[in-house]
């Protein structure tokens, strides 16, 4: 068993929903639609939990059971969201102001431990430092106390970690506990692909949806948003988000070789035609719309032209291979982890069982200058158009 790396999804804005399914929302949301085993991952559902500002009068309205959020996950992108959600809770009489955040304990240069620094600063030195998170963002070392009481919770972890914190919370979360995951990842098995929300419904019984409209919802609160387009295509989004890192580390090998942008374009159409063809073979459904989407080309570009992947993998290639990405990633990123190798390691290893290797030879190249077997130069030699 392995993990998939992932990211992004199609915005859009939420039709109306006419379920009448019931669920442990407070009473200012509307519920959500039934949903089935694998969850809306990165789809605009039936619903916003934000969908509005409350008027003067509902301001001075007491609120029972008022529901409490927890952030599972401290890295940038954790903090953002923390402090994002933060803001919101401050404005909304439905949730209690105090927003947990799930620290992983580090011990800083100076000797003070990471969690009592964002509390003494209400900063996070380390992954968003010179950010304010806002005076209601608690951090909090424990995983089990973080999670005490919050029925709604916010999961921001690399993937690889994801197994780990699921079984330590089977049994420590409220039993009307639901969440939303912006794991960028996807569990892979020799025979299928699984997405996280799955693996938390089956291990810790959680209703969980990915959806950017909750989190435009929760982050950006009741300012004026831009034109979005729904995207209903579950399994297209998640692979998109995911085998964009494998591309961006092939782009990185082309900057660092220094062959200049016509090569790197040369990359990204080629890897855009096979995140298209592996997507569609594991799953049928899968739509050719979907890559013409933000989720796709247009992730693809950003991703390729800069990122943690792009950068590591450029400077693989200048030093030759002779630097591990493992080296690489602890001197460059400190303390974030890369996507991409190890998403390019476990299509490899589907690619390999099913025999499908020959028919993707961008993806296969890139795997193998990453553990060495070819140089970062095979990158434009095995790497047939």
Not at 141 to 167: S, W, Y
Not at 253 to 279: P, Q, Y
């Amino acid at each position: 068993m392995s993990q998939i790396g992932s990211n992004q999804t199609c915005l859009s804005s939420p039709p109306q929903s006419t379920s009448t399914s019931h669920h442990h929302l407070p009473s200012d949301i509307p519920p959500l639609s039934p949903l089935p085993l694998l969850f809306l991952i990165r789809l605009s559902p039936p619903f916003s939990l934000f969908p509005r500002a409350p008027t003067a009068s509902e301001d001075n309205v007491e609120v029972p059971n008022k529901s409490r959020v927890t952030v599972v996950g401290s890295g940038n992108w954790g903090s953002v969201a923390a402090k994002l959600i933060a803001s919101n809770t401050l404005k909304l009489t439905s949730f209690h102001d105090e927003v947990r955040m799930w620290v992983f304990e580090e011990e800083l240069p100076s000797g003070e431990k990471l969690s009592e620094v964002i509390n003494q600063t209400n900063k996070n030195v380390k992954y968003l430092p010179g950010i304010k998170l806002g005076k209601n963002v608690v951090a909090v070392p424990d995983l089990e106390h973080a999670v005490r009481d919050a029925n709604m919770l916010v999961f921001v972890t690399p993937h690889q970690f994801m197994e780990g914190i699921c079984r330590r919370l089977v049994g420590k979360i409220r039993e009307d506990a639901e969440a939303i995951s912006l794991i960028k990842g996807m569990e892979v098995k020799m025979e299928g692909i699984y997405s996280y929300q799955e693996h938390k419904a089956n291990n810790m019984k959680l209703l969980c949806t990915t959806t950017f409209d909750d989190l435009i919802s929760w982050f950006v609160s009741w300012e004026k948003r831009p034109h979005k387009k729904q995207c209903e295509d579950v399994e297209g989004v998640e692979l998109c988000g995911t085998l964009k890192n494998v591309v961006a580390i092939a782009a990185g090998f082309v900057d660092g070789l220094e062959m200049g942008n016509n090569t790197k374009a040369a990359i990204m159409r080629m890897g855009l035609r096979e995140m298209k063809a592996f997507s569609k073979l594991l799953f049928s459904s899968v739509k050719d719309s979907t890559f013409f989407e933000s989720c796709g080309v247009a992730d693809l570009i950003t991703t390729c032209l800069g990122g943690r992947n792009r950068k590591c993998a450029d400077a693989f290639a200048r030093n030759g291979g002779k630097r591990s990405f493992d080296e690489l990633e602890a001197e460059m990123l400190q303390g974030q982890k890369l996507q991409g190798v190890s998403t390019a390691k476990e299509v490899y290893e589907v690619l390999s069982h099913r025999g499908w290797l020959e028919l993707f030879p961008l993806f296969t190249t890139v795997h193998e200058i990453c553990i060495g077997r070819l140089p970062p130069t095979a990158i434009v030699e095995y790497s047939q158009s």
